[in-house]
């Protein structure tokens, strides 16, 4: 036990300090950015999956994220369903198309996959735009509930009215799509999907089936990216045809490149340093995208493996000194 603790306090230090977040933060927009930094760091965690353990430049992520949220508002603004069977089902949807769109389109390799999948992502867009009847076009859907409560015996209902009711949900299901992915990319499995990242062809040569491979990592992390669309959706009450746009995939893209592709913390503090960043500097906000390349240009040139490689080197240098004195 004490070993255990020695190896990962760092881990529980961090967890803790995630839960006594909102008993230190209570400004109302402070709280909701916080809020919205562990919702996109979900859709981080899922691009990486696809991005960085398997090599597959998805650039329909926005899409994917966008199918979630949709499918989540029209099943309970229109219909009327439950959240809990709505975003499960909106999820499902992503991973649904995600595996259609995936069966053509990871035949092909490198730039071709990412030119189909960008393609995907403006389709995306623009029948978010465009079907009046089911997304509402351009004025988008107003009015989508909020998380249903629970009811838990003996205790009463928990709703999510207030901040920290719905940091505590986003956290949740942040941790939820950690603890999968922690488990995936150390499994048997996440082996294959690093060996076809790093060489497909020698990965086909001892035996990996590499386009089962790639499409079953392509169908999880939509699916994830999808999860984090729908409580998206919920939370924030109302959804356009922007959550579909380019960019909303640059932005999980500057995430997990800047924080650090193939780790899994580099895209949860890419999705907190970006977006805290952005908002602090909303004077700049028109020069977004050229802060956004010449922070990329920065991190390319002295940490290509991003935030977390950097971390690394730094951390294996510092060990090496200690060793030789």
């Known amino acids: 036990m004490m070993t255990w603790l020695r190896n990962n306090w760092f881990y529980l230090l961090v967890l803790v300090v995630a839960l006594l977040v909102p008993l230190f933060i209570t400004n109302r927009y402070h709280s909701q950015v916080i809020t919205m930094s562990c919702l996109f760091a979900i859709g981080?965690?899922?691009?990486?999956?696809?991005?960085?353990?398997?090599?597959?430049?998805?650039?329909?992520?926005?899409?994917?994220?966008?199918?979630?949220?949709?499918?989540v508002a029209i099943l309970t603004h229109t219909y009327g369903w439950n959240f809990w069977i709505a975003l499960p089902a909106g999820a499902l949807l992503s991973a649904l198309i995600?595996?259609?769109?995936?069966?053509?389109?990871?035949?092909?390799?490198?730039?071709?996959?990412?030119?189909?999948?960008?393609c995907l992502g403006e389709i995306i867009h623009l029948?978010?735009?465009?079907?009046?009847?089911?997304?509402?076009?351009?004025?988008?859907?107003?009015?989508?509930p909020l998380p249903s409560?629970?009811?838990?015996?003996g205790v009463g209902q928990l709703t999510f009215q207030s901040q920290a009711a719905q940091y505590y949900l986003v956290l949740f299901f942040l941790l939820l799509t950690l603890f999968v992915m922690y488990r995936v990319v150390n499994?048997?499995?996440?082996?294959?999907?690093?060996?076809?990242?790093i060489n497909e062809d020698l990965a086909e040569a001892v035996g990996i089936n590499t386009f089962r491979t790639k499409l079953l990592s392509f169908v999880v992390g939509n699916f994830?990216?999808?999860?984090?669309?729908?409580?998206?959706a919920s939370l924030i009450g109302s959804i356009s045809p922007s959550v579909a746009s380019i960019a909303m995939t640059f932005n999980f893209l500057m995430y997990v490149l800047l924080g650090g592709v193939t780790t899994l913390a580099g895209p949860i503090i890419g999705a907190f340093?970006?977006?805290?960043?952005?908002?602090?500097?909303?004077?700049?906000?028109?020069?977004?995208?050229?802060?956004?390349?010449?922070?990329?240009i920065v991190v390319i040139?002295?940490?290509p493996r991003g935030f977390m490689g950097g971390y690394a080197s730094l951390r294996d240098k510092l060990k090496k000194k200690k060793v030789g004195a």
């Open 44 to 71: 981080a965690l899922s691009l990486n999956l696809i991005l960085g353990y398997t090599g597959q430049a998805s650039l329909a992520h926005g899409g994917f994220f966008a199918i979630g949220a949709y499918g």
């Open 98 to 118: 995600g595996f259609l769109v995936g069966m053509p389109a990871l035949r092909t390799r490198g730039s071709y996959f990412a030119i189909a999948t960008m």
């Open 127 to 144: 029948i978010a735009g465009n079907w009046m009847e089911v997304t509402g076009g351009h004025n988008g859907i107003v009015g989508i």
């Open 149 to 153: 409560p629970i009811t838990i015996p």
């Open 187 to 197: 499994s048997l499995r996440g082996r294959t999907f690093l060996a076809t990242a």
């Open 224 to 232: 994830f990216a999808g999860l984090a669309g729908g409580i998206y």
């Open 273 to 296: 340093v970006m977006p805290i960043l952005m908002e602090n500097l909303q004077a700049l906000k028109q020069f977004q995208m050229i802060i956004y390349g010449v922070l990329l």
């Open 301 to 303: 040139i002295y940490f």
